[in-house]
């Protein structure tokens, strides 16, 4: 099982972080698993060995979401005091997805009820700025494109994009993939539902 305190949940989410450092006995998690961690969804495993603190580099400290060495070992020391020679779990991770949302996301039927619904949460999305809908018509056309090259595009910095992309996906609208996302079955439903039928030659 792993747990991790709320700042480090949107670097997670987002790809950021990608490592972890734990004070356990023994391993709670094995390479290839994939851990339910809430509210984050799915995380898995690449990697796990026994390392000292002093082989801990700034490079670590920075996939471990921490803004240096000095602050990734004074957090590990909560636990009790520290020493270059005390060895601790390095853990290589990812975000995994949304592991029982991929079956949403496979709707491609949608009720008037399940548009209204979404278009309802779409709206909330939108109260401070609208971009719900651009960033779904872009991912739309540019499938599988890197996340940074979508955010730029929309004149947007990549983390908060991908923070808001994540908030598609929840409603199954979007899929994520190595690289850039997908418009879902369940999304392109709701585009098709949506959009504006022209209005027939008189």
Same mark, same amino acid.
């Given at each position: 099982?792993?747990?991790?305190?709320?700042?480090?949940?949107?670097?997670?989410?987002?790809?950021?972080?990608?490592?972890?450092?734990? $004070?356990?006995?023994?391993?709670?998690?094995?390479?290839?698993?994939?851990?339910?961690?809430?509210?984050?969804?799915?995380?898995?495993?690449?990697?796990?060995?026994?390392?000292?603190?002093?082989?801990?580099?700034?490079?670590?400290?920075?996939?471990?979401?921490?803004?240096?060495?000095?602050?990734?070992?004074?957090?590990?020391?909560?636990?009790?005091?520290? $020493?270059?020679?005390?060895?601790?779990?390095?853990?290589?991770?990812?975000?995994?997805?949304?592991?029982?949302?991929?079956?949403?996301?496979?709707?491609?039927?949608?009720?008037?009820?399940?548009?209204?619904?979404?278009?309802?949460?779409?709206?909330?999305?939108?109260?401070?700025?609208?971009?719900?809908?651009?960033?779904?018509?872009?991912?739309?056309?540019?499938?599988?494109?890197?996340?940074?090259?979508?955010?730029?595009?929309?004149? $947007?910095?990549?983390?908060?994009?991908?923070?808001?992309?994540?908030?598609?996906?929840?409603?199954?609208?979007?899929?994520?993939?190595?690289?850039?996302?997908?418009?879902?079955?369940?999304?392109?439903?709701?585009?098709?539902?949506?959009?504006?039928?022209? $209005?027939?030659?008189?």
């Amino acid at each position: 099982m792993l747990l991790f305190k709320k700042p480090f949940h949107a670097g997670l989410e987002s790809g950021a972080i990608t490592l972890t450092f734990r $004070r356990w006995q023994k391993p709670h998690v094995k390479v290839g698993g994939r851990y339910r961690c809430h509210p984050i969804g799915v995380l898995q495993v690449d990697a796990v060995e026994l390392v000292t603190v002093a082989a801990i580099t700034e490079g670590d400290a920075a996939a471990a979401g921490f803004s240096t060495r000095a602050a990734l070992v004074e957090y590990l020391a909560e636990l009790g005091p520290l $020493r270059g020679t005390t060895t601790v779990y390095r853990v290589v991770l990812h975000h995994g997805g949304d592991g029982d949302r991929v079956e949403l996301a496979l709707e491609a039927k949608l009720s008037p009820s399940e548009i209204a619904d979404i278009t309802a949460r779409l709206a909330r999305f939108d109260k401070d700025q609208a971009w719900t809908k651009r960033t779904l018509e872009l991912i739309e056309t540019r499938p599988r494109v890197a996340a940074s090259q979508l955010a730029k595009q929309l004149k $947007r910095e990549t983390l908060p994009f991908k923070i808001d992309v994540r908030k598609l996906k929840k409603l199954g609208l979007t899929q994520s993939f190595e690289v850039g996302y997908e418009v879902s079955p369940r999304g392109h439903a709701y585009l098709a539902a949506t959009r504006k039928k022209p $209005r027939p030659a008189r």
